[in-house]
């Protein structure tokens, strides 16, 4: 009887096609979301103005600016509009060297007192210590810069010496760069908004993955949690807590465990801008969870917790990391506004929100000192702009939907 099947093809044949089909490359989802996205000039534009934006901030310590802090409130400098005038820092390498010289020297006589020493001298010494360091030129001038923004700082005094940028966008009410005090509040700002940014991911993408999971009645009253916390006037509650926390005893007590006050703002603002967060991954949970992948994961046996952190979650990242670029913006405006109120950063620090405060305060039927509140609301708008930019550009870059468009 004659074989009804087809006959085989011979051996080279397959091998062809396994080589034709071996020059045949997959695009991953986040290699073809980077090839839309440099074709979205807008979006690219303004991933290219944050990158030197950080990348300028980071760095501030390093670039000739005037001191943020020092004042030249006499009546030449004070309210000076942009001018080109040559500025020279107040101080020298040679009088940092020598006040920490000073200092290492008390410090020294402290640590070789005898046992047998009195409290008074011990007291004293600690105080001329205490002293020494709050004359040291960086705390003058920088508001008791780390180690980083200190080294930085050296290496800017040996390269440009006391040279500084002139100041082309004025000087405030008591005589202070205006330009320098944008740069250092870009990075109080852009700390601000980003770690905020990742303290409302990291709780709103666990509670949200969590909720749309598990399902049934525990998600249901994990929602009307977030429901109950929606109802909230936030701003009220964050006054609240900045008000007990900066309170004399609770804040010595924080700075015990080196816990200062705009460590703790960077966590509220955060803690309050998880809702939403909580809300979208929900959503994309329960439409992923009955997926073929996350049934072929629960048949070899692994955990709620893995399955959500490392099957649900990396699936939703693309949503998250859109909602993300929009959440910094909110965050920085938010800032801005505590700011403004005064219940942001406090001076000595810096951030765009207070230089916007101080800007608006200062404008009065007598004059309008009008590089005050230009300078920073340009700097701040820019930004919201750019992320704004760049989390459309990403949303469409991985929305599947838009891939042929």
């Known amino acids: 009887m004659a074989d009804s099947q087809a006959p085989l093809k011979p051996l080279d044949e397959y091998e062809a096609l396994l080589a034709e089909a071996a020059k045949v490359r997959g695009i991953s989802l986040w290699t073809d979301a980077w090839r839309r996205l440099r074709k979205n000039w807008a979006a690219m534009a303004a991933l290219g103005y944050l990158l030197v934006l950080i990348f300028l901030a980071f760095l501030t310590p390093l670039l000739p600016l005037q001191s943020p802090q020092f004042q030249l409130a006499d009546k030449v400098h004070k309210y000076q509009p942009p001018t080109l005038e040559r500025m020279e820092l107040s101080l020298k390498l040679e009088d940092v060297e020598r006040v920490q010289r000073e200092a290492a020297e008390l410090a020294s006589h402290l640590r070789n007192l005898p046992a047998d020493a009195s409290d008074k001298d011990r007291t004293s010494l600690k105080n001329d210590l205490e002293s020494k360091r709050r004359q040291h030129p960086f705390n003058s001038l920088w508001n008791e810069p780390g180690p980083a923004t200190s080294l930085l700082t050296r290496v800017r005094l040996a390269v440009f010496g006391r040279w500084c940028i002139p100041s082309i966008c004025g000087r405030d009410e008591l ?56 109802s909230i006037p936030f701003i009220f509650v964050v006054i609240f807590l900045i008000t007990i926390l900066s309170s004399s005893g609770v804040k010595d007590e ?65 949503i998250v990391i859109v909602y993300l670029t929009l959440t910094i913006p909110s965050v920085m405006l938010f800032e801005a506004f505590l700011s403004y109120l005064g219940l942001g950063v406090q001076p000595p620090d810096v951030s765009w929100g207070l230089l916007m405060n101080e800007g608006i305060r200062v404008i009065t039927p007598v004059g309008i000192f009008w590089w005050l509140v230009l300078f920073p609301g340009l700097a701040l708008a820019m930004t919201l702009f750019a992320l704004n930019f760049l989390g459309d550009g990403l949303r469409d870059a991985l929305d599947p939907k838009m891939k042929n468009r």
Do not use: C
Request: hydrophobic share 55%; glycine share 10%.
């Open 175 to 230: 005589g202070r760069d205006v330009l320098a005090r944008i740069f250092w509040g870009a990075r109080v700002s852009l700390i601000v908004g980003t770690l905020a940014a990742l303290v409302s991911l990291f709780i709103g993408v666990s509670y949200g993955a969590t909720s749309g999971y598990i399902g049934g009645w525990i998600d249901s009253a994990m929602m009307r949690v977030v429901d109950i916390l929606y």
């Open 254 to 318: 924080l700075a015990r465990y080196g816990i200062n006050q705009i460590a703790i703002f960077y966590v509220i603002i955060g803690a309050i801008y998880w809702l939403t967060m909580a809300r979208v991954v929900r959503g994309q949970v329960i439409s992923l969870k009955h997926e073929q992948f996350i049934d072929a994961a629960r048949t070899v046996g692994a955990s709620t917790s893995r399955i959500v952190f490392r099957h649900l979650i990396p699936n939703v990242m693309g």
